[in-house]
């Protein structure tokens, strides 16, 4: 049974760094970090394949997250700098169901808040 669980959430000041983690059972999928603000829909962050370790961002992450794996731990990382009030947000591992990355998504994890402020 697949299962992911986040974790590294937590409150952090404008311009602050977090990096959160995704650890995941079952076999290797493709992996995405999703976001959930209040009052917004859910959108796609970063994404990253299976296989050849291509990756995704959301133009609003681009040059400030960074998405990795280590497919021997079996988990995913979202480093994430230059945090701004925007990215404020519950944030989502899931496994990226494709064809295009950070579109579908299923085998939701539980999500961590993170809430960007002074």
């Known amino acids: 049974q697949t299962q992911l669980v986040e974790s590294g959430g937590g409150l952090v000041q404008p311009g602050g760094s977090l990096r959160l983690s995704c650890a995941v059972s079952?076999?290797?999928?493709?992996i995405g970090w999703f976001r959930q603000a209040p009052g917004k829909e859910r959108e796609g962050v970063s994404c990253?394949?299976?296989?050849?370790?291509?990756?995704y961002y959301a133009d609003a992450v681009k040059g400030r997250f960074t998405i990795s794996r280590d497919n021997v731990k079996n988990t995913v990382y979202l480093q994430m700098n230059s945090l701004k009030p925007a990215d404020a947000a519950v944030y989502y591992c899931?496994?990226?169901?494709?064809?295009?990355?950070?579109?579908?998504?299923?085998?939701w994890g539980q999500g961590t808040q993170v809430p960007v402020s002074y």
């Open positions: 899931a496994v990226d169901s494709g064809p295009i990355m950070c579109i579908a998504a299923e085998h």
């Open positions: 079952g076999l290797t999928y493709a």
């Open positions: 990253i394949s299976a296989s050849d370790g291509s990756t």
